[in-house]
Each structure stands twice: as C-alpha cells, then as structure tokens.
C-alpha cells in the first residue's frame, strides 16, 4: 500500500501527519457550520461572505502559497520514502 504526505508536515510520522490533516479538515468544516447556521453567526457576530471576501481570501491564499513556495516549502504530495535501494518495497 502506497501512502502519500503533504511535504510541509513531511517531518513526523504518518500519524502525526494523518492527524495534522484531519484536525485542519475538522476546524474548516465547524467554520464553514459557524457561517451557515445563524445562530451561531450571530453569537460570534460573522457576517454571511459575499463575493468580493471569498476572492479575497483566495486571493491572500494564494500569495501564501507562493510565499512558502519561495521559501523552500511545497503543497505537492510525495510518495513513500526512498532509501538507496530504491522504492520501498521493491
């Protein structure tokens, strides 16, 4: 079974990396909650996003991307750890 990591979180084990990703996914999704329920949009005072907020955040994302980019990191998944032998396993 081959598995892949995000190589920014490359440097722990894969639990720890499993674990990064899950909790990241896990507070997007209660934000994406906390903005569609009005409730709760209300208690934390979050005024509903329109168009120009999301373009922006996509926007200031993608400068963050390239920034880390320039600075040596990378979003792109990478395969299992290769020794001198070769693909592990074979």
Same mark, same amino acid.
């Given at each position: 079974?081959?598995?892949t990591?995000?190589?920014?979180?490359?440097? #722990?084990?894969?639990?720890r990396?499993?674990?990064?990703?899950s909790?990241?996914?896990? &507070?997007? #999704? &209660?934000?994406?909650?906390?903005?569609?329920?009005?409730?709760?949009?209300?208690?934390?005072?979050?005024? @509903?996003?329109?168009? @120009?907020?999301? =373009?922006?955040?996509?926007? @200031?994302?993608?400068?963050?991307?390239?920034? =880390?980019?320039?600075? #040596?990191?990378?979003?792109? =998944?990478?395969?299992?750890?290769?020794?001198?032998?070769?693909?592990? #396993?074979?």
């Open positions: 079974m081959e598995t990591k995000w190589r920014l979180e490359a440097g #722990g084990s894969r639990r990396s499993t674990l990064v990703v909790m990241c996914g896990v &507070m997007a #999704g &209660m934000y994406v909650l906390a903005v569609i329920i009005p409730l709760t949009r209300t208690f934390f005072e979050l005024s @509903a996003p329109n168009l @120009a907020m999301i =373009l922006t955040a996509l926007l @200031a994302s993608a400068i963050s991307v390239a920034a =880390l980019n320039l600075c #040596g990191f990378s979003l792109r =998944l990478i395969g299992p750890s290769r020794g001198p032998e070769g693909p592990a #396993g074979g």
